[in-house]
């Protein structure tokens, strides 16, 4: 991190499910923060998340969440979805950047974030903080949503799958067809028509 350089992480959840929307997160942390459960969300527990996720809340000095669709995603597909969202969460902040770092190997220029105020790191979200912070909310918020409609369609198993292409996941699927919150642009090959 650049001394004085206001620098903003920023990450998704959810890219690979059949069902929900991607997250998107985008957060500045105050200089030196540092919270010792605080790692990438993926290799983090869902109480050290919460736990984590609550003191970015208060302590960052700015931070959004935004999701996109599945529809949107069918429309524009999931990389540019993701790239999206993360790029809606930068303009969501209460505090504009001078720099952004995103999680992951591919991003588009936006407003005045051209190439130089932005550094795609793959691995990211194990190196930076801001990026970790970023993957934490990012998968509270899309986990929390997913057990909301799970409530509504129980027959999937989105408490426990959270969408993405278990088994119980895509037998319910094939039992119970599609619902809106499905991205229909995504097949499993277990899905697929088969000719024999």
């Known amino acids: ?3 004085g350089r206001v620098e903003a992480g920023c990450d998704e959840a959810g890219r690979g499910p059949l069902a929900g929307p991607v997250f998107a997160a985008a957060v500045i942390l105050p200089e030196g923060f540092h919270h010792p459960l605080l790692n ?8 050290a998340r919460e736990e984590v996720r609550s003191v970015i809340e208060k302590e960052a000095v700015a931070w959004a969440v935004v999701a996109v669709s599945a529809k949107q ?3 524009i597909n999931i990389l540019n979805a993701s790239i999206f969202g993360m790029q809606s969460a930068v303009r969501g902040l209460s505090v504009k950047p001078d720099f952004l770092l995103i999680d992951g190997n591919r991003f ?3 407003d005045d974030f051209k190439p130089g105020r932005y550094a795609t790191v793959v691995k990211g979200d194990a190196t930076y903080a801001s990026i970790a912070a970023a993957s934490v909310l990012a998968k509270t918020y899309r986990d929390e949503y997913m057990l909301k409609i799970a409530a509504e369609y129980p027959q999937y198993g989105w408490d426990r799958n959270m969408g993405y292409p278990t088994r119980e996941h895509i037998e319910a699927i094939r039992k119970f067809g599609y619902t809106e919150h499905h991205r229909m642009s995504f097949h499993p090959k277990e899905l697929e028509p088969t000719l024999f």
């Open 73 to 75: 995603i069918d429309q």
């Open 40 to 47: 990438d969300s993926k290799k983090m527990t869902a109480r």
């Open 1 to 3: 991190m650049e001394e």
């Open 108 to 110: 588009k220029p936006f």
